[in-house]
């Protein structure tokens, strides 16, 4: 009796084991992805845990939930997948919580440690932020607005530079006022996108060519329908302006009102997506990665794709090239869904897939609030966050042919403003 009872006992405390080591092992960074949401109004920012065999999503349980201090909007993680930066602004009409940048450390469980938020010296109204693939300097974007005269402020450029420990520190001149246009608007900064100095590591065009030393910033001016070339100084983090020289104005023109700007992994091409006319303009990167002949030099300039613009859903907005370079994914906010494209490795030109939309809203004719769009860096997943619908939609993503499949999406706190995938 005495050994039937041991073994019961020795069962049991095995059985405790398994449990508790599953608690514990709900993430690990070895096996898991992350992904990151912040939203509205809860002001908080939410942890998921990825499994990364089949998609699934499991909460992780942050500490008081990791409170905001303010309205949360952007989102990023650094390449290093140690902190997430996250865009926070004062509530509407009040002085209340902060305009600047929050950061977060992640910890080897997934949690979040907040670290503080670092001031916008000079910005009003931030709308968008990008990291460099050094994980070097931080921009954000900055839209125009009013003085308390009434005056208008233009647009502006922050570049925050990235210390050791995740802190910022704003760069010497930030922030950078884009620039008057002749018998233009007040210029407005809406989406920003930084070259890469680092290149996929294998299936990517450019995997085994050398990245370059420079780096460039894209800026889209929503008010004058221009996108802007700034070369960065990777040693300051300064701007300086390229104009374009053929032009009367500073900027390449694109559609009217662009609202989102994406990089391919390359350096090869940029993508423009233009919200009041529903398509997407296709730019030429003159780059050392591929200079055709329409490229007079290899200094970063643009030059338009023959055949753009392309068309795509109601209002697009955010955009983004797969981990590869060999697909585009336009998020169509007015009409809850998105459109899948396939980009030509010659000449930057965007074919539809088959099939070309994927819904990110489960109820019919429902308004997901779709706000932004993150692919994670293996090609294996994409997330789109919805505000109006309180979820993120969740799709597999097969490299070879672009096809996305719909996984079961998660659930958030009230109106996600964003999303980050590690």
Do not use: H
Not at 55 to 79: A, C, F, K, T, Y
Not at 277 to 282: D, L
């Amino acid at each position: 009796m005495r050994r039937k009872s041991t073994w019961v006992l020795a069962v049991l405390v095995l059985i405790l084991l398994g449990v508790l080591l599953a608690c514990s092992a709900k993430y690990s960074a070895q096996y898991n992805g992350l992904v990151i949401v912040p939203t509205r109004f809860n002001q908080i920012v939410q942890t998921f845990s990825l499994n990364l065999s089949n998609g699934g999503i499991q909460e992780i349980n942050n500490p008081n939930e990791q409170p905001v201090n303010g309205l949360p909007s952007s989102v990023i993680i650094d390449p290093s997948g140690s902190f997430v930066y996250l865009l926070v602004s004062p509530f509407p009409g009040t002085t209340t919580g902060s305009l600047g940048v929050e950061t977060y450390q992640i910890a080897s469980d997934g949690k979040l440690a907040a670290v503080g938020v670092t001031p916008l010296k000079g910005a009003v109204s931030p709308v968008a932020l990008a990291i460099d693939s050094a994980g070097k300097y931080i921009f954000v974007a900055d839209g125009a607005t009013t003085n308390t005269a009434g005056a208008p402020v233009p647009g502006a450029v922050s570049v925050l530079s990235v210390g050791s420990n995740g802190t910022l520190t704003e760069v010497a001149g930030s922030p950078f006022t884009l620039p008057v246009q002749p018998g233009g608007a007040t210029a407005s900064a809406s989406a920003l996108a930084v070259t890469p100095t680092l290149y996929p590591t294998q299936y990517a065009v450019c995997a085994l060519q050398a990245p370059p030393s420079t780096e460039n910033l894209y800026v889209t001016d929503s008010e004058n329908y221009l996108v802007l070339n700034y070369s960065v100084n990777l040693s300051t983090g300064a701007l300086k302006l390229i104009p374009v020289s053929t032009q009367a104005v500073t900027g390449m023109p694109t559609g009217p009102v662009p609202s989102g700007v994406a990089v391919d992994p390359c350096n090869r091409f940029l993508y423009v997506s233009n919200s009041q006319s529903n398509n997407v303009s296709a730019y030429t990167i003159c780059s050392v990665v591929s200079v055709p002949l329409n490229c007079p030099q290899a200094n970063y300039s643009l030059q338009p794709v023959a055949g753009s613009p392309y068309s795509t859903g109601d209002t697009p907005g955010p955009l983004s090239v797969d981990a590869y370079g060999n697909f585009l994914y336009v998020v169509a906010t007015g009409s809850s869904y998105i459109n899948a494209f396939r980009i030509g490795s010659s000449n930057g030109a965007i074919v539809a897939l088959s099939p070309a939309t994927y819904a990110t809203s489960t109820a019919l004719g429902q308004d997901s609030g779709s706000n932004s769009i993150a692919i994670r860096s293996d090609d294996s997943f994409v997330f789109v966050a919805n505000s109006n619908t309180q979820t993120v939609s969740e799709f597999g993503l097969i490299p070879s042919t672009g096809v996305l499949s719909p996984e079961p999406t998660i659930d958030t706190y009230n109106y996600p403003s964003g999303v980050a995938v590690k």
